[in-house]
């Protein structure tokens, strides 16, 4: 099978995804509202999504092992020998951009991405469980699926004309680079509905563990006394 035979239904399969992925985007809204009806469906999927962004994060260290390693054969074959290798430093750029986005998801259900606010750590358990859920649905989610929705012909032309390095000793590999975006959108889509599914959980109460964190401090305090 040739790759302009494989780009052809790439546009269609993003938006199948799309479409697949629908439901599931809706997870921890309807979680929020709804509770424990949705609670089981909701941490399957948790756990679903989370298997998937340790395999990515995995993947993502040895794309920055292979950025430093490169890195620092570049600096010796430059400063020692003279020399540079176009293929060396496009490597060093394909490990430097698939090691960000697929380290994305993980950093974002680890809750260790940056957050640019100055009201979320001043916040109750609730009120930042309710703010995780909102975030999801109004801004990550809508700008993930503009993402899934608009590189798919950029990824779908890519393949079809088989894109390579504008260098003529460079990687002939931009078709794959540019597969990564469609691959990062869905990731960040289940990282996110693993993220903001907790969230939901949490909000009302039916996190494992966690009830106590997010319930009345009277009841919280009740349970723990019977607890112990």
Partial sequence: MTMTEIAGPLGAVSLVILGGLAPFVAAPLATALLGAPVAGVMRALIA???????????????????????????????????????????VVMYAHALGFLMAAPAALIGNTHVRVDIFYEGLSARGRAAVDVAGFTLFLAPTMVLLL??????????????????????????????????????????????????????????????????????????????VL
Wanted: aromatic share 6%.
């Fill in 149 to 226: 929705i608009y590189c798919g012909p950029v990824v779908e032309l890519a393949w079809r004309i088989g894109e390579r390095s504008p260098e003529t000793d460079g990687l002939p590999l931009v078709f794959l680079l540019k597969t990564a975006m469609p691959v990062f959108a869905v990731a960040m889509l289940a990282a996110g509905v693993a993220h903001a599914g907790r969230a939901a959980l949490r909000l009302r109460g039916l996190a494992d563990g966690e009830a106590a964190a997010v319930g009345d401090e009277p009841q919280a305090t009740a349970r723990a006394g019977a």
């Fill in 48 to 90: 679903l999504a989370e298997d998937v962004a340790a395999a990515l994060g995995r993947f993502a260290q040895l794309c920055l092992l292979v950025l430093a390693l490169g890195m620092l054969s570049g600096v010796i074959l430059r400063y020692v020998f003279g020399e540079s290798l176009t293929k060396l430093s496009e």
